[in-house]
């Protein structure tokens, strides 16, 4: 599958908290694969059990990066 780069945007914002579930969740299954999480705009990112819910199953890179605080 490759490299996973999902990223926001200026007035980008997710609240997932009346639903239960995580505002991302994110998974990179192979061994080639690589996952990146970028905000450069302190998006408001909310999630009911975690704002950001990354999984590796591989040997990939994982990385992320937000300006604010986060339950990962």
Same mark, same amino acid.
């Given at each position: 599958?490759?490299?996973?780069?999902? !990223?926001?945007?200026?007035? +980008?914002?997710?609240?997932?908290?009346?639903?239960? @579930?995580?505002? +991302?969740?994110?998974?990179?299954? @192979?061994?080639?694969? @690589?996952?990146? +999480?970028?905000?450069?705009?302190?998006?408001?990112?909310?999630? !009911?059990?975690?704002?950001?819910? !990354?999984?590796?199953?591989?040997?990939?890179?994982?990385?992320?990066?937000?300006?604010?605080?986060?339950?990962?």
């Amino acid at each position: 599958m490759g490299t996973v780069i999902p !990223a926001t945007s200026p007035d +980008f914002g997710i609240d997932t908290s009346n639903d239960g @579930s995580d505002a +991302f969740y994110l998974c990179a299954y @192979s061994s080639a694969d @690589s996952l990146y +999480f970028t905000d450069k705009y302190q998006s408001q990112i909310t999630g !009911a059990q975690k704002e950001i819910y !990354a999984l590796n199953y591989g040997t990939g890179k994982v990385d992320i990066g937000h300006q604010a605080d986060l339950r990962c």
